[in-house]
């Protein structure tokens, strides 16, 4: 992979809609209570905004608006916001107790603690899924065969 | 919603094509193109079975795969698959799908296969009761998997989180440098 990317023709209409796309991907993480979707399916829709922006314009600039560290940093603390509203509701409880002011269904800020259990798995499954597509595709920079002969070698 | 048997039957057919053509053919990006072709079929067979929320996660997931493995496969200098399958591995997967199939056969047929779309267990009917008035959350599928089965969640989760750590530490080419130990390395 070449680190300038693609032409200038992708980069302008990657540009154009990665917003969209963030937008969509958020969309579905907070109406997954109310409308089908949810945390997982609207993480991987962001994450694919994020691996747009990577194959668009090279890893440089993709690393330069999300850090891998960043990401990772994101990546837990998403999985830990999960397990602390689990815990949450050992304080009214049991485990997963949905503890949190619930409000009138059907309106956004509803069903107590799924919103914000959907907000930290989205949080957690775009940045993951992130890392991973830049662990498999973009960390190796030179060919499988060529790796395999320095290993041999 | 009339009678979407036709359109299943169809779509079942396809996938079971689709799968044998990623099996036998030669080169590896056909293979993860005809894979994908299934994965979409699921995911409009889903559609059609009335379960909106399970067809958006398998499509993002299944274009997420095909960018993955498609990004994975033309890194590779020579696409097609030049060994010759095993045949002790393809009698013996044969002879495990054989006793799947006959085991399960076992299980069902003294009590006969239940109708189709009916539940296998009872407790389902609680959450299509209760999903409402229970949890506030409009969409059953969200009070289901993040209140009554929040376990489940979390055990998908931790899994998610630990094999993404797996593949981030065993996969990444370029070794980090401690801040320290720059001028050594």
Same mark, same amino acid.
């Given at each position: 992979m ?6 200038? %023709?992708?980069k302008?209409?990657t #540009?154009f809609? =990665?917003?969209? %796309? =963030?937008?969509?991907?958020?969309? %579905? ?15 991987? =829709? ?13 890893? #440089? ?37 949905? =503890? ?20 930290? %798995? ?27 002969? #320095? #290993?041999?070698? | 919603?009339?009678?979407? +048997? ?44 009335g ?5 958006? +996660? ?14 994975g ?25 054989g ?19 009916a ?15 229970? +949890? ?42 401690? +801040? ?6």
């Amino acid at each position: 992979m070449k680190p300038t990317g693609m032409t200038v %023709i992708v980069k302008t209409i990657t #540009d154009f809609v =990665v917003g969209f %796309i =963030v937008l969509f991907g958020a969309y %579905i993480v907070l109406y997954g209570h109310i409308t089908p979707g949810g945390g997982f399916s609207g993480g991987v =829709v962001i994450a694919c905004a994020f691996i747009l922006v990577m194959l668009g314009h090279g890893r #440089d600039v993709a690393f330069e608006r999300l850090g891998e560290r960043t990401a990772s940093i994101l990546d837990s603390t998403g999985a830990l916001a999960f397990l602390v509203i689990a815990w949450l509701g050992v304080w009214g409880g049991y485990f997963f107790m949905n =503890v949190l002011v619930k409000g009138t269904p059907f309106r956004l800020l509803s069903s107590g603690s799924i919103l914000a259990n959907n907000l930290a %798995i989205g949080l957690k499954v775009s940045t993951s899924l992130f890392l991973v597509f830049s662990a498999l595709a973009v960390f190796r920079k030179r060919s499988f065969r060529a790796l395999l002969e #320095d #290993d041999l070698t | 919603m009339g009678d979407i +048997t036709p359109q299943l039957y169809t779509l079942l057919a396809f996938m079971v094509i689709g799968s044998i053509v990623a099996i036998e053919t030669r080169n590896l990006l056909s293979a993860v193109i005809s894979v994908s072709a299934v994965g979409f079929a699921a995911s409009v067979a889903f559609l059609f079975l009335g379960a909106p929320d399970i067809a958006i +996660t398998q499509l993002v997931v299944e274009v997420l795969v095909l960018i993955i493995l498609i990004r994975g496969t033309i890194l590779l200098d020579n696409t097609a698959i030049e060994t010759h399958r095993d045949t002790l591995a393809v009698v013996s997967s044969l002879i495990f799908f054989g006793l799947l199939l006959g085991f399960g056969a076992m299980i069902f047929g003294s009590q006969g296969f239940p109708e189709f779309g009916a539940p296998l267990m009872r407790v389902s009917k609680v959450y299509v009761q209760t999903g409402l008035p229970a +949890t506030y959350a409009a969409n059953i599928v969200a009070s289901v998997i993040l209140d009554f089965r929040g376990y489940d969640t979390l055990g998908e989760a931790t899994v998610l989180f630990v094999s993404i750590l797996a593949a981030l530490t065993l996969l990444r080419r370029e070794g980090k440098v401690r +801040t320290g130990e720059a001028a050594t390395a």
